[in-house]
């Protein structure tokens, strides 16, 4: 006798063997959404171990709560938001991420005709990878999920007033680092012009 392994081609199929707890599914949806969901929880908690903990942890809670789906919108965004919960409680348990660190004034704009013309999405994935954890959590709820300062303030626990504070210190601190970006490669392109004479 054949074991036959059942084809999940629609999400709505996909969703309600989950909710059967049929662990062929779970299966699918792992490998389906893994290095997607992984790529959420590292933008927020930003070191790899850290980031597959809070993965299997969020695909834990996907699996035990897929009950609370109502299918009002896609599976794989309400997965996302999941994954998003699970980084924030990640976060939470090291309350290091709250605290602002000094940021020097910032004196000269970046050139972003440059930026436009030479960054890539992923230097700017890196760029913000490199953000401290609550100016990069503050800036990836509002840039990227697009909640507002109030919706980000009761997520996390802090006001909105720090929230504003935090996104308001992360793009400055992105623009520095954008601005640092420039000056290096101009000065490593200058110098290779020079080498070239």
Same mark, same amino acid.
């Given at each position: 006798m054949a074991l036959t392994i059942p084809h999940y081609l629609t999400e709505s199929r996909l969703v309600a063997a989950l909710q059967q707890q049929e662990a062929r599914a779970q299966r699918v949806v792992y490998e389906r959404y893994g290095s997607r969901m992984l790529a959420v929880c590292m933008r927020y908690v930003g070191n790899h171990d850290d980031a597959e903990e809070v993965l299997i942890d969020g695909f834990m809670r996907v699996y035990n709560r897929i009950g609370q789906f109502r299918g009002d919108g896609s599976f794989e965004g309400w997965m996302r938001r999941v994954m998003v919960t699970e980084? $924030?409680?990640? $976060?939470? =348990? *090291? =309350?290091?991420?709250? &605290?602002? &660190?000094p940021l020097d004034t910032i004196t000269v704009e970046p050139d972003y005709e440059?930026?436009?013309? *030479? $960054? &890539?999405?992923?230097d700017l994935i890196r760029l913000v990878a490199q953000l401290p954890d609550g100016y990069r959590t503050v800036f990836n709820l509002y840039a990227i999920e697009g909640y507002n300062h109030a919706e980000i303030a009761e997520l996390t626990g802090i006001s909105e007033g720090t929230s504003k504070s935090q996104l308001s210190r992360a793009r400055a601190l992105l623009q520095q680092k954008v601005r640092n970006m420039e000056t290096g490669y101009k000065t490593a392109s200058h110098y290779g012009k020079a080498a070239n004479r």
């Amino acid at each position: 006798m054949a074991l036959t392994i059942p084809h999940y081609l629609t999400e709505s199929r996909l969703v309600a063997a989950l909710q059967q707890q049929e662990a062929r599914a779970q299966r699918v949806v792992y490998e389906r959404y893994g290095s997607r969901m992984l790529a959420v929880c590292m933008r927020y908690v930003g070191n790899h171990d850290d980031a597959e903990e809070v993965l299997i942890d969020g695909f834990m809670r996907v699996y035990n709560r897929i009950g609370q789906f109502r299918g009002d919108g896609s599976f794989e965004g309400w997965m996302r938001r999941v994954m998003v919960t699970e980084s $924030l409680m990640y $976060l939470r =348990k *090291n =309350k290091a991420w709250r &605290q602002e &660190q000094p940021l020097d004034t910032i004196t000269v704009e970046p050139d972003y005709e440059w930026a436009d013309a *030479n $960054l &890539q999405s992923e230097d700017l994935i890196r760029l913000v990878a490199q953000l401290p954890d609550g100016y990069r959590t503050v800036f990836n709820l509002y840039a990227i999920e697009g909640y507002n300062h109030a919706e980000i303030a009761e997520l996390t626990g802090i006001s909105e007033g720090t929230s504003k504070s935090q996104l308001s210190r992360a793009r400055a601190l992105l623009q520095q680092k954008v601005r640092n970006m420039e000056t290096g490669y101009k000065t490593a392109s200058h110098y290779g012009k020079a080498a070239n004479r």
